[in-house]
């Protein structure tokens, strides 16, 4: 798709409203043409005898009230324009969102925070502008073109040599402007990357503080400050010294039209009136070339800007454009259709394998199999493939090879299959945000205070909310900083619980919970209408509880079956358990990053 | 000068809003009063320039009618096309020292403001998102660039254009003068009436558009999370609030900001037409010329332009208002701890003592520590143990004072940690957090954070003594390799690792190591008691352990629940006390072992 049916597709999300701009835009700069023609005859009725020619008083009543008129056009234009230009920039900041949300492996690759910051502020915007820009330049293109026509009329051989001029500043804009787009793009680099070390700053306050270093990351803000004042300067400089150019240009013109009308007005041929409409038009034609100018540097910072958006995942510009208007279903009607495929009953993964791109580790020819209501937990050393496995299965990986089967059926999607209500999946290390507790737990699902607050029993968190200033209201700090880690997986736990998934994958069972905290999660989680759980952990208590173990090592399952018989017949399983066990001696501890009591808001 | 500054902004707390407001501005300008005289040169150059144009076509129509010779003619066209060209010289000239002037000023202020969050405590921090505090030191400090650079120096240079008109308009005619001065009068009362009727909305604009990105942010990091709760819709609907907020305050801020111009455009329409009418009939009563006349209507587009031009500035200055407003608010906020007298620190390890040490987070909350006395002799390293929310890291965060206790005392070598000034602190203590933060940057630059005065063979020794070798070793640049900040390479682990050569470097004499609880690797692991071991050396140590090992490395144990401290002691007579509670955490994983 190229950059013109891009911007066509975004004016089309909402065309009546674009038409109103355009016309409400078009009628204010087009009907500038007015006051020029009624200064002409102001002046032409006061300079010929009183009585013979119009009433110059009268002139200037109607060119008020035509003024008047037009005045209202711009406030309607105005606010029509401001509604569309966000309304396409929230399509684009919705349709950017929804693509890394379904693409969440580019994401973790390609983006950091602080450029995910400048991509949904600078590119969108720009992108934005854009779409409203065009606008300007033809009402302005229309209005020069009419006035050229009323000047030609008067005086043609005067009109052409003083348009001219004007069309080669044009000339001279456009091979400028090359120039002020790498400056532009300097200055934007600049710009992002003082914003990332800012970001970066900012996140570890605490460790700078401590080590005394606020004097030494000053001083490279300094130098990445003054890196970006030249850039910004320089860029700042040209494309303000080519709008002087374009400003200054009606000078040089009315200038041109002194001297040229000096023979034809000293002979009566060019009237003084005359000279007020040429005046007067000049100014606002020789905003054509500036116009020009200025569209074509957003055309460019568009396109880049555009480039840089659909860059997110390698796509062209297509997706960016009808993204946004792909619905995505309520949460409640996602629920219904993931019933489809029946309920658990068994779930048989055959050969699945992963290779990370960077290590060439993963997971090579897995085979597992859970029946419903089964606890399985899988093992091995760090490093043995047990997290690539959970991730591969529940399409957070791309996976390499193996079939996926649900109650027999073939499994194409795990991304968009293995999902709540299905399976929900509870990672190592959960992402909160700076919203309240039961929003990080509900996240949409229409759950009432009960449902709530038995999720919460199960995930064993019950004690905590109930230690928080306002139980499930409280504000968790950004990325959930007041909660300990422990807390937020369990927090995690609840969340994935409340959509009362038929399978629970859960990576690192309890890793940051302490032994007491680990037992009642187990205990909770084993009575009533238990859910299938799929889980790798290295915590005995959690090896102890399950109805089967998988132990992988190297990428491959090397034996599975209840714990007892592994102990007793796997080599493998007896060492990695003395090892566990060793490492929940010092045990106790999860870590209290922030404790209960996390100070109010 | 950013301690002046800061104190500065101190002292003019109490003032009224305005003159804090003016008194940052002023601060900032004086910084540049070089180019700021320059740029007056300019301005007035480009006024006296402006001023001439008009009364230059009065000559050139008033010859013209009356019959001069063309050449005449030809020499004011000529005069008139000079004058064009010196304008674009001077205009393109301010642009560039306008330009560099307003990015120095507001450079220093954005290391002011960053200084000044440095500053303040953790509380603060955890208040406020670092998306959310970007989005203040730069995105607001950059409406404010854009102010000073562009809209500064055009209201100036307006406010010039418009005295200078009416100086050569009474020149020329006082009756004209007047007319026009009282139309002048007119827009430039209406223009302060209604100058601000656009800040409001425009702040709200800002806020919702810094918590949509700050909303967008935090998505982003969460993408896994999302997914796998299936929340697209839920997040996607969200996000479709926060832009239907933006849009309603952008359109109430754009629709106040229109009304001004038909206020001002209104207001130039009535000037115009009485100046035609004026204009007209002293021409036909013989008064004046009717070049005259055509310079009045030039003059009066001429005070309009620079009139409408202070208008579409006003939004940047609304926008800029708005920046200047919240940059006072961040300046405003104030560090809970404050410093003491300041403490005497010897370069020795210290000893550290808790002194019945109670501690919440707020008044409302329960205690976080409950009467917490220990002391740790000098050199030693101690372990802190306990459950989640027992207060093992708050008491961390007292020991470097991040917080002070509410009760008791925390005390270093014996003096209350109170009286301590920031300083005295500063490289003293050593802390290795959790989740060690990277910066985008080489490997020197997240070593050293940014001290220039660390040279590399310190580094590579430090590096080396943590058994580092062989990894560095590997490392395709060396300490010119550059890490990405949230980069998938480095495991928890792994940072911390890096974390302790942070602190290796700054030789502190008191350590604390709240260690990563994520699982490690074996290799890393190995390395991370190999790097605590060499930290340990000469210093005093406190370890919050999450590991087992750990444990063998420590000289004493404490071990806490629910804020108050439940065992204290030699790890080795601990361990000897089959009822301790260590001793039966040992017995507790040994039964397991044959479950």
Do not use: R
């Given at each position: 798709m190229s950059f013109p049916q891009f911007l066509w597709r975004l004016i089309r999300h909402r065309p009546w409203l674009y038409a109103a701009f355009v016309t409400l835009l078009t009628v204010f700069l087009v009907g500038r043409l007015v006051p020029g023609l009624m200064e002409r005859a102001f002046f032409n009725a006061l300079t010929e005898?009183?009585?013979?020619?119009?009433?110059p008083w009268a002139i200037v009543a109607v060119m008020v009230s035509l003024e008047l008129a037009r005045l209202t056009a711009s406030l309607g234009s105005d606010v029509a324009e401001v509604v569309f230009r966000f309304s396409v920039m929230g399509r684009l900041r919705r349709g950017l969102l929804h693509r890394l949300l379904s693409r969440p492996r580019v994401t973790a690759q390609n983006s950091s925070l602080s450029g995910t910051h400048s991509r949904f502020r600078d590119d969108v915007e720009d992108v934005g502008t854009f779409t409203t820009a065009p606008v300007t330049l033809f009402g302005t293109f229309l209005f020069s073109v009419i006035a050229v026509i009323l000047m030609l009329r008067i005086n043609a051989l005067l009109t052409s040599i003083v348009v001219l001029p004007l069309m080669l500043v044009v000339t001279v804009a456009t091979l400028a402007n090359a120039r002020v787009g790498r400056y532009r793009a300097e200055s934007r680099e600049a710009t992002a990357q003082v914003a990332e070390f800012l970001g970066e700053t900012f996140r570890s306050a605490q460790s700078i503080k401590l080590m005394g270093a606020e004097r030494h990351v000053l001083r490279r803000f300094r130098t990445m400050n003054d890196q970006r004042r030249r850039a910004s300067v320089r860029d700042a400089f040209f494309t303000q010294g080519l709008d002087s150019l374009f400003y200054n240009s009606v000078d040089v013109a009315v200038g041109l039209v002194l001297l040229l009308a000096a023979g034809p007005m000293t002979r009566g041929e060019f009237t003084v009136g005359d000279l007020a409409l040429f005046d007067y038009y000049l100014y606002f034609v020789s905003r054509l070339p500036m116009s020009i100018g200025s569209t074509q540097v957003k055309y460019r910072q568009a396109k880049v800007s555009a480039e840089r958006l659909a860059a997110v995942d390698e796509a062209d510009l297509a997706w960016l454009a009808t993204e946004p208007q792909q619905r995505v279903p309520s949460d409640r009607a996602s629920m219904h259709a993931g019933r489809a495929g029946g309920s658990l009953e068994a779930l048989k993964v055959s050969g699945l394998s992963y290779r990370h791109?960077?290590?060439?580790r993963g997971a090579a020819g897995v085979d597992l199999y859970i029946q419903r209501g089964e606890f399985v937990v899988v093992t091995g050393p760090v490093g043995s493939g047990k997290t690539t496995v959970l991730r591969a299965l529940v399409g957070l990986l791309p996976r390499d090879g193996g079939t996926i089967r649900w109650n027999g059926q073939l499994v194409d999607d795990p991304a968009s299959f293995l999902v709540p209500p299905r399976v929900a999946y509870v990672p190592q290390v959960p992402n909160l945000v700076s919203d309240t507790l039961r929003e990080n737990i509900?996240?949409?699902?229409?759950?009432d205070d009960a449902e709530l607050a038995e999720a919460i029993r199960v995930a064993a968190l019950d004690r905590d909310v109930a230690g928080l200033p306002s139980g499930t209201d409280t504000l968790v700090g950004p990325l959930g900083a007041k909660l300990s880690g422990g807390q937020a997986q369990r927090v995690a736990m609840a969340r994935a619980l409340v959509r009362r998934p038929d399978l629970l994958v859960v990576d690192d069972f309890a890793s940051a919970l302490d032994g007491e905290t680990e037992q009642a999660l187990l205990t909770r989680l084993a009575v009533g209408e238990a859910p299938t759980v799929l889980a790798t952990s290295h915590r005995p208590a959690t090896l102890a509880a399950a109805d089967r173990v998988v132990v992988m090592a190297d990428g491959v399952v090397v034996a599975q079956g209840p714990l007892a018989k592994l102990l007793s017949e796997s080599e493998e399983m007896k060492g990695l358990w003395y090892q566990f066990a060793a490492e929940d001696e010092?045990?106790?501890?999860?870590?209290?990053?922030?404790?209960?009591?996390a100070p109010a808001t | 000068m950013t301690t002046t500054i800061d104190q500065a902004a101190r002292a003019k707390d109490d003032a009224d809003p305005r003159s804090r407001y003016w008194s940052l501005l002023f601060r900032y300008m004086r910084l540049e009063r070089p180019r700021l005289a320059i740029l007056g040169v300019l301005l007035l150059a480009a006024t006296a320039l402006q001023v001439l144009t008009p009364q230059l076509v009065r000559h050139y129509v008033d010859r013209a009618v009356s019959g001069s010779a063309v050449h005449t003619l030809m020499w004011v066209a000529g005069a008139y096309l000079l004058v064009a060209l010196m304008l674009q010289v001077v205009r393109l000239a301010s642009a560039y020292v306008g330009e560099s002037a307003a990015w120095s000023m507001t450079n220093a202020m954005r290391v002011d403001l960053t200084s000044h969050c440095m500053g303040l405590d953790i509380r603060f921090h955890r208040e406020h998102t670092a998306g959310e505090l970007v989005e203040r030191v730069d995105g607001d400090v950059t409406a404010l660039a854009k102010f000073l650079s562009s809209a500064f120096l055009l209201i100036l240079g307006n406010l010039l254009l418009i005295v200078g008109i009416f100086v050569s308009l009474f020149l020329t005619d006082a009756r004209i003068g007047a007319v026009l001065l009282l139309y002048a009068l007119c827009a430039l009362a209406a223009l302060l009436a209604i100058r601000s009727i656009a800040t409001g909305p425009w702040t709200m604009a800002r806020e919702v558009s810094g918590k949509l990105l700050g909303f967008v942010s935090e998505r982003v990091a969460g993408i896994e999370d999302i997914r796998g709760n299936r929340a697209e819709g839920h997040v996607l609907r969200q996000l479709d609030e926060l832009n239907g907020d933006l849009t309603r305050w952008q359109r109430t801020a754009r629709v106040r900001t229109s009304l001004i111009f038909i206020v001002m455009h209104g207001t130039y329409l009535l000037g115009y037409g009485g100046a035609l009418v004026v204009g007209g009939y002293l021409y036909r009563e013989g008064l004046a010329s009717i070049g005259t006349v055509y310079m009045i209507i030039a003059y009066t587009s001429y005070i309009y332009t620079p009139l409408n031009e202070l208008r579409s500035q006003i939004q940047e200055l609304q926008r800029a208002n708005a920046g200047v407003r919240r940059v006072n608010e961040l300046f405003a906020a104030r560090p809970s701890i404050t410093d003491g007298p300041g403490l005497a620190m010897s370069t020795e390890a210290p000893s550290v003592a808790f002194d019945s040490v109670s501690f919440r987070y707020?008044?409302?909350?329960?205690?976080?520590?409950?009467?917490v006395s220990f002391s740790l002799g000098s050199g030693q390293v101690l372990g802190i143990m306990g459950r989640t929310g027992s207060g093992k890291t708050t008491v961390a965060r007292l020991v470097t004072r991040i917080y002070d206790p509410v009760s008791g005392a925390v005390r270093i070598d014996g003096q209350d940690l109170r009286q301590a000034r920031a300083d005295d602190l500063r490289g003293r203590i050593g802390m290795v957090t959790q989740d060690v933060q990277l910066f985008h940057g080489t490997l020197r630059d997240n070593l050293?954070?940014?001290?220039?005065?660390?040279?590399d063979e310190r580094i590579i020794a430090a590096i080396e003594q943590l058994g580092l070798r062989e990894w560095y070793a590997r490392l395709p640049d060396g300490l010119d390799t550059v890490l990405a900040s949230g980069s998938d390479d480095l495991s928890a682990g792994e940072a911390q690792l890096l974390g302790v050569c942070r602190v290796l470097l700054r030789e502190p004499a008191l350590v604390i190591l709240d260690e990563a609880s994520s699982r490690l690797d074996h290799v890393t692991e190995q390395f991370l008691n190999r790097a605590l071991r060499a930290l340990a050396v000469g210093r005093t140590t406190i370890v919050i352990a999450h590991r087992p090992t750990t444990v063998s490395l420590v000289d004493q144990v404490l071990v806490l629940e629910d804020g108050r401290v439940v065992e204290h002691g030699p790890r080795e007579s601990l361990l000897a006390d089959p009822d301790s509670h260590l001793s039966r955490l040992m017995l507790q994983v040994s039964q397991e072992d044959f479950a």
């Open positions: 005898p009183v009585g013979s020619g119009l009433n791109p960077s290590s060439a509900l996240m949409g699902v229409d759950a010092g045990e106790g501890p999860g870590n209290d990053k922030s404790v209960q009591s | 707020a008044d409302h909350l329960p205690m976080s520590l409950q009467d050293t954070l940014f001290d220039p005065e660390v040279v």
